[in-house]
Nanobody, 121 residues
Framework: VQLQASGGGLAQAGGSLRLSCAAS????????VGWFRQAPGKEREFVAR????????VYADSAKGRATISRDIPKKTVYLQMNSLKPEDTAVYYC???????????????WGQGTLVTVSS
């Protein structure tokens, strides 16, 4: 399955963005779909995960209360709604898939190209 992340852009602190992760060449069925982010000079970090089949979700502490991950089955798309954005949310956001209930990027594959989120103060 190939993944296409989109929806990034420039936002002001306190604003919102909705990121999309679309699947092509396959489906998300049986996978966990994770969002990760990587800021300049930092390691890639987990943001949120959804289990495609049962829609259970997990969030990083930094995302709890501000982010919502969801899925649209007919559109084969996973969304990450981000609210109350902070400058420290600035990063390239990636979506990826794993057969495991994991928050570690090493358990994920099929990384897309990422989408840049820039939050200004």
């Amino acid at each position: 399955v190939q993944l296409q992340a989109s929806g990034g852009g420039l936002a002001q602190a306190g604003g919102s963005l909705r990121l999309s992760c679309a699947a092509s060449g396959g489906t998300f069925s049986g996978y966990n779909v994770g969002w990760f982010r990587q800021a300049p000079g930092k390691e890639r970090e987990f943001v949120a995960r959804i289990s495609w089949n049962v829609a259970t979700t997990v969030y990083a502490d930094s995302a709890k209360g501000r982010a919502t991950i969801s899925r649209d089955i007919p559109k084969k798309t996973v969304y990450l709604q981000m609210n109350s954005l902070k400058p420290e949310d600035t990063a390239v956001y990636y979506c990826s898939v794993s057969r495991y209930y994991s928050v570690s990027s090493s358990s994920y594959g099929s990384w897309g190209q990422g989408t840049l989120v820039t939050v200004s103060s």
